[in-house]
């Protein structure tokens, strides 16, 4: 497979070259016949499927791969479509998927230039069709830059784009990065861990910098295409063409760039193309998930260009982000019943990347609109409880009451007293309510940590607490900083 998920970049990096070989192969062997090509594909597509499936694991794989079709081929152009059951399932793996498959399809057919996914009804059986017939996958700039062409996601915009403060600086940077006025930094080194949407603000870069300059020469691509495509440039003796097409960019956007890492002659490429298109006042944006201290095997002059701009660093989105986030998807979705308690739930739960966040939401619209099965938290649970079991951070019952009595300035003593003085009563419950909110641990449980109380006692606090944030300002306002405090 072309690219292995997980954090064994040796092994990613020995697929792609790998897959480079295969390409090579590929392209010194005749031209074949439609039924030769139809043979090829549905072969290819098994492959593919094998490595994805690997990669990707039988469950995913199951629900979003697996039910895709080979449709139509137009050998001319090098155009793939391929159907999949429902709009909502294309648009997924389109969103997803659409460039690990493309990656994936050149490195074992390079034939396949393009895919195209669509929902409508049609033959399973591959047949060369004219290119008009095909469904665009991005929205493609009419200027290509040399031989590259502009593909951007048209929802990566900065008007989609939600602002917290983990993300802040990235975002005023990359705005800059795609104004008119001349940028006070070159390049932009956008770094976070995976999913908090340093590839959002490429995209936005690309779309808003078109804006301004129409004419501009814009490439964007992932440090994994760059690599496959240098590679290849070489072996066809076109080295110069791709270099000269990467140099003519006014902008030039990398991501994931800890890819190129230990490749000597990719680096040395990146590192004269950066050079160039810096001294002559042109924009470079590269993306990583990590800063350029800690990418090792990188030549130290490659890394003092990439330190010499600015480095913006997101952090992890916070709950206020996580929750506005789903907020603005769903409010694109009037149609949409998604309960004000599964929004907080969905928040409050997927807290590792925003990538998971709105995949999760994602999974479960899908399921309720094929289903017929109405959204609730108890429906959430089931269908994300693989997502959730990875995200929920372990919160015990001490530290919620540690916290409490620091928030409220009690004895710990207290969380297991029997004073029943509101100034204490009140921080107990508000810390049996959490114990239930935040643990899987039981009624019964509770009570016990809390001086052997009674199941219904906990029940009651639990109760009292719910309604209370829904009454009374200033208590909401305690429990969400004291939930902000413990999932920080």
Excluded at 338 to 343: A, I, L
Excluded at 429 to 446: D, H
Excluded at 450 to 465: E, M, N, P, Q, Y
Aim: aromatic share 6%; glycine share 4%.
């Amino acid at each position: 497979m072309l690219v292995a998920q997980g954090s064994d970049e040796v092994g990613e990096k020995h697929a792609i070259e790998a897959a480079i070989n295969v390409a090579a192969n590929l392209a010194t062997q005749k031209p074949e016949n439609q039924d030769e090509v139809e043979t090829r594909l549905a072969d290819t597509w098994h492959v593919i499927c094998a490595g994805l499936r690997r990669d990707l694991g039988a469950q995913i794989f199951g629900q979003w791969i697996k039910p895709i079709k080979l449709s139509r081929f137009d050998s001319a152009s090098g155009e793939l479509q391929v159907v999949l059951p429902s709009e909502f399932a294309a648009n997924w793996v389109r969103d997803r998927y659409a460039e690990r498959l493309l990656l994936a399809w050149k490195a074992h057919y390079d034939a396949v230039k393009k895919i195209t996914f669509t929902a409508k009804a049609g033959s399973a059986r591959i047949a060369q069709v004219k290119k008009n017939n095909a469904v665009p996958l991005h929205e493609t700039s009419d200027a290509p830059c040399g031989k590259f062409r502009l593909d951007l996601d048209p929802r990566m915009t900065f008007d989609e784009f939600i602002a917290g403060h983990s993300n802040v600086l990235a975002l005023n940077a990359s705005q800059r990065m795609a104004s008119p006025e001349k940028p006070l930094f070159s390049p932009l080194y956008l770094q976070s861990s995976t999913g908090q949407g340093k590839t959002h603000l490429m995209h936005a870069i690309g779309h808003a910098y078109r804006a301004e300059f129409p004419d501009a020469r814009v490439i964007y691509m992932s440090a994994e295409r760059f690599m496959i495509e240098f590679v290849s440039a070489m072996r066809r003796n076109e080295a110069m063409e791709f270099k000269a097409s990467l140099r003519d960019a006014d902008l030039l956007m990398i991501d994931d760039i800890q890819f190129i890492v230990g490749k000597n002659s990719t680096q040395e490429e990146f590192l004269h193309t950066v050079d160039s298109l810096i001294s002559r006042g042109k924009r470079v944006v590269v993306a990583a998930d990590r800063p350029p201290q800690a990418l090792d095997g990188v030549d130290q002059r490659l890394l003092s260009r990439l330190s010499m701009g600015l480095v913006a660093d997101i952090q992890s989105a916070g709950l206020e982000l996580r929750r506005d986030i789903l907020q603005h998807r769903l409010a694109s979705m009037p149609h949409q019943d998604v309960p004000e308690d599964v929004v907080e739930f969905l928040a409050r739960t997927i807290s590792r990347n925003l990538r998971e966040l709105e995949g999760g939401l994602n999974k479960l619209l899908a399921y309720s609109q094929l289903t017929g099965r109405p959204i609730t938290k108890e429906l959430a649970e089931e269908q994300l409880s693989d997502i959730l079991s990875a995200c929920r951070r372990r919160i015990t019952i001490d530290e919620i009451q540690r916290t409490v009595c620091e928030y409220y300035r009690l004895d710990r003593n207290e969380m297991s007293s029997k004073r029943r003085a509101r100034a204490v009563a009140r921080p107990r419950q508000v810390a049996m309510y959490l114990a239930k909110v935040m643990t899987p641990r039981s009624y019964p449980e509770i009570g016990r940590k809390f001086g052997g109380r009674d199941h219904s006692t906990v029940i009651h606090a639990v109760k009292l607490v719910e309604q209370l944030r829904g009454e009374d300002t200033e208590m909401d306002n305690d429990v969400r900083m004291l939930l902000r405090q413990l999932e920080s």
